[in-house]
Structure formats: structure tokens, C-alpha cells
């Protein structure tokens, strides 16, 4: 073998050897560092909402969430703070005729403190909104957004914290009350869960 061929295939040898090392460099980093690299560039790329929106809530906790600006969860110690209204009503339920006098806090302004994002642009675009109250045991019922809206209801639901003089339980949470129900259903108990959305989405998708 000649002097030159020994050079050119220690050369290619050494040229294989180069590439092999930087294939397994690129294989240990690629563009996205290391798995374990990605995992907590991304957690700690998570929004801080992310966290919050999956927390599980504590008993009595309320959560406001849904078409707002500034979701929050709130207690029946935090409506008792807040400026207090009564209402005596009359509904019947599945245990008879009901006569109560509640003490509470105004829906709509707990609902405001959330800002709701309705459409500006259109005309009375907060016609558009409503709004699902859960309860205990997945209990839910639905409110138009003019329901509860003092501008064009003349009667106030209420969040309560009492029932006749008697205050509620903390982990029992508030209950709605609708004075202008005939009927008990939407007198949602153990009230958890307080979500504004708006009709567009679900109107203009079956066009």
C-alpha cells in the first residue's frame, strides 16, 4: 500500500470519527435541550392562571369563572363583608308552600367584581350573556344575564347568607334566591360554581 493511500483512509477514518461525535452531541441537546430541559422550560412557561383554574375548591368556596376578565373564588365569609340586602319571598317546593326571608348580596355585584367581557360594540351586547350557577351534587340552573341585571329586572337575586335570621354554615356555602320564581328550582343550595358565558358562539355555530 502506498504512503499516499494510508493518508486517505486515516483521513476518512478521522473524518468518521468527527461525525459520529457530533451526532451523539446533537442526539444528548437537539434543539430543545435534554426531556427533562423541556419539561421545565414549558412548566415554567405556564401561565399562572393554568394553576389556578384546576385548584380544587374548598367546602363553601364559590368560584366565579367563564367570559370575565378577572375570574376569583369567594366564601360566605368575604359576602358577609360586602354591603347586605333581604328579600322575603314565597316559592314552592318539593317539600310544599316556602315563606323566607333571606339577607345577602346582590348577584350582579358579585358577578361585577369579575368583569364580565360582553361585546360593547353591539347593541345591549350584555343581552347576549347568561349565566350557570352549580350546587351541591352537580345541581345547575341558568340565568339570563337581564335576570339579574338591575337595568332591566325588577327584582334582585341574591347571594344569601342567612335564612330567616339564621346564618348559613361555612362549608355549606351561600344559596341563590330568585324572588320573582314562582317555583323553588333555581334556589340553587351549596353553591359552588358561578359561570358567565355569552349566546354567540353557540347561535352563530349552527348557522
Given at each position: 500500500?502506498?504512503?499516499?493511500?494510508?493518508?486517505?483512509?486515516?483521513?476518512?477514518?478521522?473524518?468518521?470519527?468527527a461525525?459520529?461525535?457530533?451526532?451523539?452531541?446533537?442526539?444528548?441537546q437537539?434543539?430543545?435541550?435534554?426531556?427533562?430541559?423541556?419539561?421545565?422550560?414549558?412548566?415554567?412557561?405556564?401561565?399562572?392562571?393554568?394553576?389556578v383554574?384546576?385548584?380544587?375548591?374548598?367546602?363553601?368556596?364559590?368560584?366565579?369563572?367563564?367570559?370575565?376578565?378577572?375570574?376569583?373564588?369567594?366564601?360566605?365569609?368575604?359576602?358577609?363583608?360586602?354591603?347586605?340586602?333581604?328579600?322575603?319571598?314565597?316559592?314552592?317546593?318539593?317539600?310544599?308552600?316556602?315563606?323566607?326571608?333571606?339577607?345577602?348580596v346582590p348577584?350582579?355585584?358579585?358577578?361585577?367584581?369579575?368583569?364580565?367581557?360582553?361585546?360593547?360594540?353591539k347593541?345591549?351586547?350584555?343581552?347576549?350573556?347568561?349565566?350557570?350557577?352549580?350546587?351541591?351534587?352537580?345541581?345547575?340552573?341558568?340565568?339570563?344575564?337581564?335576570?339579574?341585571?338591575?337595568?332591566?329586572?325588577?327584582?334582585?337575586?341574591?347571594?344569601?347568607?342567612?335564612?330567616?335570621?339564621?346564618?348559613?354554615?361555612?362549608?355549606?356555602?351561600?344559596?341563590?334566591?330568585?324572588p320573582?320564581?314562582?317555583?323553588?328550582?333555581?334556589?340553587?343550595?351549596?353553591?359552588?360554581?358561578l359561570?358567565?358565558?355569552v349566546?354567540?358562539?353557540?347561535?352563530?355555530?349552527?348557522?
Amino acid at each position: 500500500m502506498t504512503e499516499r493511500a494510508t493518508r486517505g483512509r486515516a483521513a476518512v477514518a478521522a473524518a468518521a470519527l468527527a461525525a459520529g461525535a457530533l451526532l451523539l452531541a446533537g442526539c444528548g441537546q437537539g434543539d430543545g435541550g435534554t426531556p427533562d430541559a423541556k419539561a421545565a422550560s414549558a412548566a415554567s412557561s405556564a401561565p399562572p392562571s393554568a394553576a389556578v383554574s384546576v385548584k380544587p375548591l374548598a367546602p363553601g368556596e364559590v368560584r366565579v369563572a367563564g367570559e370575565v376578565g378577572k375570574p376569583y373564588t369567594l366564601t360566605l365569609a368575604d359576602l358577609r363583608g360586602l354591603p347586605q340586602t333581604s328579600a322575603s319571598v314565597k316559592f314552592t317546593s318539593a317539600k310544599g308552600e316556602q315563606e323566607h326571608t333571606y339577607q345577602g348580596v346582590p348577584l350582579n355585584e358579585v358577578l361585577k367584581r369579575a368583569e364580565p367581557r360582553f361585546d360593547q360594540n353591539k347593541k345591549n351586547g350584555a343581552l347576549r350573556g347568561f349565566v350557570s350557577a352549580t350546587g351541591g351534587g352537580d345541581y345547575r340552573a341558568v340565568f339570563a344575564w337581564a335576570e339579574i341585571d338591575p337595568a332591566f329586572a325588577r327584582s334582585q337575586v341574591l347571594l344569601a347568607v342567612s335564612e330567616d335570621g339564621v346564618a348559613f354554615d361555612d362549608a355549606a356555602g351561600p344559596r341563590l334566591v330568585v324572588p320573582q320564581d314562582t317555583k323553588g328550582g333555581r334556589y340553587v343550595s351549596e353553591l359552588n360554581g358561578l359561570w358567565v358565558g355569552v349566546v354567540d358562539p353557540l347561535v352563530d355555530g349552527v348557522k
